[in-house]
């Protein structure tokens, strides 16, 4: 099976998203361990350093005093005219060296280059010397320039054992009899020192490792015991958002948490009164709505009766009269249509409103609504051109509400396309089909579609409209769209017209993941 590590870093990165916890544990555990590391860091060099200096200061100072004593043999020699038997003199030298230096050094005497005649001693060495490994050229330098009485040292590797060990090698001259001079060198292991600096280490790395396992569980339950009422709150604000407007926060003790969830209680106290009182209300203005709707019905039949009598023999009324007849026809039917757009729109607030589904060829619908407007484009001398370039057109829908949707958006666009032709594009995918009508006409501006589809608004309350609107018609042709599972969605911009854009799903109850058409349609060519 092959590792996808694509999908393990998407989960990590939800996760890390999703957690405040962790990013919380995780970061307090990240920066305590780099303020360990550099503290400790900090502590080790330190450590190191003084270790070293105090070390050196002690060998060398040691060293300085074991090279006087050898000297003091040497001088004592000399003065007491001994010439022939300077090997125990050496010896001596040597014995001297040993009482004063504590440890077991590497002691060496060489002869120093560049000097001529028979050399009075012969050179010596002890344990594992190498003049080769231990003696460079820069520490014979400075050995021969050194002042008397003052000795040179130098940090070198020594072999021990078969590993590599610090350790520090401390020259000066001797001056023997006759002139000859020797060079002596000390050569102590710093072993031990190594051996409590790896040990200071390693108990500063532990306590480091144990300090920030504690941090991070210390951390870890102070998160927890704050994250977790959040958490809570979180979860019932969810419950809140989703309708369960009787959850609340538990409350227990005098904290802060617990003035929070108080505090959290008495808003969702006030939400849940405001939200009955707005229910409340809303349904005594949709009970309102409707009852005034149905009880207009009756004398509305009465005045529509009476006014098609008069309108039907304005021929015998003086022109003054049949002219007021005409007015009482016109304005009764709009009033009539404004009474049937109320008690619709009542139906959808109280949620009453039923779908009579079935397969619906969307290209037979858009040319039932054309020819139900092509009386009023002809009277505006608009040209509605059908653009459908094939597919899979059938749907199932409610036909009636559909075509009450496009003959809605066909009037509109030709009271408001200045006599331009309207294209209306049909077109269909496998899950969804979609109807844009574009005119080419005035256009609104942004300001405007924000409010296109509310209620009783218009773009341009004193522009004379050919279909006597009611204000309503984008708010129920919206509510149609919505009851299907679909969407109306607008463009428009001032001097390029507008284009409204229906997509609806082409089985009931799936859910759209697109349009197959653009908003605006591509334009035709003339």
């Not at 038997?85 to 040597?94: G, I, K, S, T």
């Not at 405007?448 to 204000?471: I, M, N, Y």
């Amino acid at each position: 099976m092959r590792f996808d590590w694509r999908a393990t870093l998407a989960r990590a990165v939800r996760l890390w998203r999703g957690s405040l916890q962790l990013r919380t544990v995780a970061l307090t555990v990240v920066l305590s361990a780099l303020a360990v590391t550099i503290i400790g860091g900090y502590v080790v060099t330190s450590v190191r350093a003084n270790l070293f200096d105090q070390n050196t200061a002690q060998v060398v100072a040691q060293a300085g005093r074991a090279i006087l004593a050898a000297q003091g043999e040497f001088t004592q020699a000399d003065e007491a005219g001994v010439d022939d038997d300077l090997e125990l003199v050496q010896y001596n030298a040597f014995s001297a060296m040993r009482a004063i230096i504590s440890s077991d050094p590497l002691v060496a005497m060489l002869r120093a280059p560049g000097q001529t005649g028979q050399p009075l001693v012969d050179d010596q060495v002890s344990g594992a010397f190498s003049e080769a490994a231990m003696v460079s050229a820069a520490l014979r330098t400075a050995v021969a320039d050194a002042d008397p009485d003052t000795v040179a040292w130098q940090s070198i590797p020594i072999t021990a054992d078969g590993s590599t060990q610090p350790g520090i090698i401390v020259g000066s001259l001797l001056q023997l009899p006759q002139g000859q001079t020797y060079e002596l060198y000390v050569v102590y292991n710093l072993r031990p020192v190594q051996e409590t600096l790896a040990f200071v280490q390693g108990s500063l790395a532990l306590a480091g490792v144990a300090l920030v396992l504690l941090i991070g569980a210390v951390s870890y339950l102070v998160v927890r015991l704050v994250v977790g009422p959040v958490r809570v709150a979180a979860e019932t604000s969810e419950k809140l958002a989703a309708g369960q407007l009787e959850e609340r926060l538990p409350v227990g003790g005098e904290d802060e948490l617990s003035t929070l969830a108080r505090s959290f209680n008495r808003m969702a106290d006030s939400l849940q009164r405001q939200i009955r009182q707005l229910a409340d209300l809303s349904r005594v203005q949709q009970r309102f709505v409707s009852d005034v709707s149905h009880e207009l019905r009756t004398p509305l039949t009465t005045i529509r009766l009476a006014g098609d009598v008069l309108y039907d023999q304005r021929g015998t009324f003086p022109p003054a009269t049949a002219r007021t007849a005409e007015l009482l026809h016109a304005q009764t039917e709009r009033f009539e249509t404004l009474l049937a757009d109320l008690l619709e729109m009542s139906r959808y607030d109280a949620g009453a409103v039923t779908l009579e589904l079935e397969p619906t060829n969307l290209v037979r619908l858009v040319e039932d609504a054309i020819d139900a407007v092509r009386p009023l484009a002809d009277e505006k001398e608009t040209e509605i051109r059908l653009i459908a370039p094939g597919g899979h057109f059938d749907a199932d829908l409610d036909a009636r509400r559909i075509r009450r949707v496009l003959q809605n958006l066909l009037g509109n666009a030709i009271d408001h396309g200045e006599s331009r032709p309207i294209d209306v594009h049909v077109d269909s995918d496998q899950d969804a089909v979609a109807i844009a009508v574009r005119d080419h006409g005035i256009g609104m501006p942004a300001a405007d579609l924000e409010h296109v589809f509310d209620r009783f608004w218009r773009a341009d309350p004193s522009r004379q409209r050919s279909t006597g609107g009611t204000g309503l018609g984008l708010a129920i042709a919206l509510e149609d769209a919505t009851v299907h599972g679909g969407v109306l969605e607008v463009w428009s911009a001032p001097a390029e017209g507008s284009c409204f854009r229906l997509t609806l799903p082409r089985r009931r109850g799936e859910d759209l993941r697109g349009s197959p058409l653009e908003l605006p349609p591509e334009e035709v060519a003339e």
